[in-house]
């Protein structure tokens, strides 16, 4: 073991704060033995160490239309595009349904800054599926949130309580990177870090939950993604708000910014995975969940990293359009999750989107139709 590895394990063991030159030096470590066996022992301290749990969910995704033109994005259309479209309400329930029969209950609802809908539009959508169906509602980005915003000309605070009072359970943190030199290179026209975080912050005064997600892998560097880390790490110390910190590999395919980055750039390695999952257990030391990626990183590496400090397995995505649309697609059926947490030594527990553990789900769950994991076309333009 070489003189940083004790300094650091003497730290983890200690009960210590890694500092983000511990965290850099980790990030450029090829032992991967010593960061499984270090963060797995971080993971036992802090999470079940006997279970690994999963979620039974879909994706909804409301509208495609965004003018945003983030350059990594590969699922959006611009207002006025013949492939634009906004889900009625009534096909929103329908597919609200199906997930409660297969056994489900999170809607991972998402879209794009469809500059025609306003507050009301949400608060509507919210509270018809709340009236129709016992779903858990973990939705919106910050950048959508901060549209709404905008456009119903209300303060963040304000447009976080509606959306809530109407029944929004809990933020999806997606954030990217929380360093602005990567923002202005990748999604110049989303909000500044600064601005992530205030949403974040008055989320979780508000009561509403969120996670923190990376995406990693495009223009950053090791040192912005340790930046990030550390920046989600000082804002749970003051709010404890965030349930779980989930890192995903960029997907370039059909990307603006693949294009961008040319012949040179090379994506992200399962090391590289291996490596962000275990040090975001080490260094988010604030933060119980480290959630496994398996729809960028596939089932078989999501299950590797269950022992780099990794304790859950995310949803079932019975729906999923937004990384698809990058050429990424796997879709899992629960008994295939539940094999691959029982493959690697820990008991499945179901949870729901606060992470409170559920009964197993009925046998006719397991087997979900397959029809139900067919990715919807658009039904109506925008
Ligand atoms: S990532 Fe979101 S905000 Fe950016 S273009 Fe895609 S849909 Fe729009």
């Not at 889900?87 to 199906?98: A, F, M, R, S």
């Not at 969120?210 to 804002?235: F, K, Q």
């Not at 750039?265 to 275990?278: G, M, N, V």
């Not at 480290?290 to 019975?318: C, E, H, N």
Request: proline content about 6%.
């Amino acid at each position: 073991m070489s003189g940083f590895q004790s300094d650091i394990e003497r730290k983890v063991l200690a009960g210590e704060r890694l500092t983000g030159e511990d965290a850099v030096a980790l990030l450029k470590s090829h032992d991967l033995n010593f960061l499984a066996a270090l963060a797995d022992w971080k993971r036992k301290q802090v999470t079940d160490p006997a279970r690994v749990t999963y979620n039974i969910g879909r994706n909804i995704n409301y509208t495609n239309v965004c003018w945003v033109r983030c350059k990594f994005c590969a699922f959006y259309r611009k207002p006025g595009d013949d492939e634009g479209y906004v889900l009625p309400v009534e096909t929103v329930l329908e597919k609200c349904g199906e997930l409660v029969r297969a056994g489900g209950r999170e809607v991972l609802l998402q879209g794009g800054l469809h500059p025609k809908l306003k507050i009301e539009w949400y608060e509507d959508l919210l509270r018809a599926m709340k009236a129709a169906w016992p779903v858990d509602i973990h939705g919106f980005s910050s950048t959508e949130i901060n549209y709404i915003a905008h456009i119903s000309r209300l303060s963040l605070e304000e447009t976080l309580r509606r959306l809530r009072d109407a029944g929004l359970d809990s933020i999806p943190g997606a954030a990217e990177m929380i360093v602005d030199s990567v923002r202005d290179a990748i999604a110049p026209f989303k909000e500044k870090s600064e601005r992530w975080t205030e949403l974040m912050r008055t989320a979780h005064r508000l009561g509403i939950p969120t996670t923190a997600t990376m995406m990693y892998g495009s223009v950053d560097t090791i040192e912005d993604r340790v930046e990030h880390m550390l920046r989600v790490r000082a804002l749970q110390d003051e709010t404890g708000g965030f349930k779980a910190f989930i890192p995903w590999s960029f997907a370039p395919e059909g990307t603006e910014l693949q294009a961008e980055l040319g012949p040179g750039w090379k994506p992200a390695t399962s090391f590289d995975y291996l490596r962000i999952a275990a040090v975001a257990r080490l260094v988010l030391d604030n933060i119980p969940h480290i959630q496994a990626s398996w729809v960028t990183q596939g089932p078989r590496i999501a299950q590797i990293a269950l022992k780099f400090g990794v304790d859950d397995f995310g949803s079932t995505m019975m729906e999923e359009n937004v990384v698809s649309s990058t050429g990424v697609s796997f879709l899992m059926p629960i008994a295939e999750i539940q094999r691959i947490i029982r493959d690697a030594g820990y008991v499945p527990q179901l949870r729901d989107t606060q992470y409170r553990p559920l009964p197993d789900p009925p046998d006719e769950a397991v087997l979900l139709d397959p029809q139900l994991l067919k990715i919807q076309p658009p039904v109506e333009r925008a």
